[in-house]
């Protein structure tokens, strides 16, 4: 069984790591950003970009830290209509080893690891995920209302 691919990534060799900070600037490229888009479920996704630090740290640890920003488009979840917003978001995942040969991902927000394998980190990946977790999940259009306008009344299929 072979892993599939990311739609976006950007992997950084471990042993590239030195004992200072290094700093990755990536932006995803129009053919990522529609594969993105699918996996997401957008309309669009216009602008994807990133700028990544990557730390040793104690311990063979490695933080990936950044900022991303995004142009997205949702359909709005009563009426369907897009729903364009911008989302700049800062985050930070502790990436290491929980054994010989084993290594985890631990997002500092939660606490719970998650599993990667390979001598390298998917910061394109990492990023991906990042904007999944900053997407609103309840996206609204303007004036978009669940409320009954007192107009017609809805028809009713008879079985």
Aim: hydrophobic content about 40%.
């Amino acid at each position: 069984m072979s892993a599939v691919s990311p739609e976006f990534s950007r992997r950084v060799g471990l042993a590239r790591l030195g004992a200072l900070e290094t700093r990755y600037p990536i932006s995803a490229g129009p053919e990522e950003r529609q594969a993105l888009a699918r996996r997401f479920d957008l309309l669009s996704l216009d602008r994807l970009e990133a700028e990544i630090r990557l730390q040793r740290l104690a311990g063979g640890m490695v933080r990936v830290s950044g900022r991303l920003g995004a142009d997205v488009v949702q359909a709005c979840v009563i009426s369907l209509e897009p729903v364009a917003s911008v989302v700049e978001q800062d985050f930070a995942v502790l990436y290491g080893s929980s054994g010989p040969g084993k290594s985890v991902m631990v997002d500092l927000e939660t606490d719970e690891p998650e599993p990667f394998d390979g001598d390298a980190i998917d910061i394109g990946e990492a990023v991906a995920q990042q904007l999944v977790l900053a997407l609103d999940p309840y996206p609204r259009a303007p004036g978009a209302s669940l409320e009954w306008d007192g107009g017609a009344t809805p028809a009713r299929s008879e079985d």
